[in-house]
T-cell receptor, first 113, second 113 residues
Framework: GDSVTQMEGPVTLSEEAFLTINCTYT??????LFWYVQYPGEGLQLLLK?????DKGSNKGFEATYRKETTSFHLEKGSVQVSDSAVYFCALRFKAAGNKLTFGGGTRVLVKP | DVKVTQSSRYLVKRTGEKVFLECVQD?????MFWYRQDPGLGLRLIYFSYDVKMKEKGDIPEGYSVSREKKERFSLILESASTNQTSMYLC????????????FGQGTRLTVV
């Protein structure tokens, strides 16, 4: 079945460091890909998305590119802030799978001042 | 603003009780989802619904049932609560259209004692 694998955390960084969170997927078709973020005590909110190969999603300084050849959607940010401390989830979704969202296990990121 | 509202942020119930978790969305979304979130396990899909009165099992439906009598409301029912159902429960909704994102509620932290 469809699945998403993302790097395990926690990831601990200093402020202004470069962040990468790896995400790879397995799917029988061509899904849409998403990154969600969960701040402490809150629900999930969409960070960015890409719906076809080579699309780049971006938001709040975060970027991810849909790479069909490597079935990947790695999240990057050039200079993190303390306020980026959160749990990040990679997810996929496509109609052939009933349109449900399939999530990776989540990566906790802690940014220290 | 899209709103997905879960009826309670925190709930404490006794083993064997019947528990209802309610979720309401205001965006006329066709799809609605119930996930549970546990440390180290990420988000796991319990049930989803793509239309009124329609439902499909997710990855972990055992011990749960759902009800969708109106488009905007999706209820999760624990028929006889057990301690292993202590968890964070997240409701989400989305359009059926491919590539669209899901919107999440704030979550209900359920403790079964």
């Amino acid at each position: 079945g469809d699945s998403v694998t993302q790097m395990e955390g926690p990831v601990t960084l200093s402020e202004e460091a470069f962040l990468t969170i790896n995400c790879t997927y397995t799917a029988t078709g061509y899904p849409s890909l998403f990154w969600y973020v969960q701040y402490p005590g809150e629900g999930l909110q969409l960070l960015l998305k890409a719906t076809k190969a080579d699309d780049k999603g971006s938001n709040k300084g975060f970027e991810a590119t849909y790479r069909k050849e490597t079935t990947s959607f790695h999240l990057e940010k050039g200079s993190v802030q303390v306020s980026d401390s959160a749990v990040y989830f990679c997810a996929l979704r496509f109609k052939a799978a009933g349109n449900k969202l399939t999530f990776g296990g989540g990566t906790r990121v802690l940014v220290k001042p | 603003d899209v709103k997905v509202t879960q009826s309670s942020r925190y709930l404490v119930k006794r083993t064997g009780e019947k528990v209802f978790l309610e979720c309401v969305q205001d965006m006329d979304h066709e799809n609605m989802f119930w996930y549970r979130q546990d440390p180290g396990l990420g988000l796991r899909l319990i049930y989803f619904s793509y239309d009124v009165k329609m439902k499909e099992k997710g990855d972990i439906p055992e011990g749960y049932s759902v009800s969708r009598e109106k488009k905007e409301r999706f209820s999760l029912i624990l028929e006889s609560a057990s301690t292993n159902q202590t968890s964070m429960y997240l409701c989400a909704s989305s359009f059926h259209r491919e590539g669209t994102e899901a919107f999440f509620g704030q979550g209900t932290r359920l403790t079964v004692v």
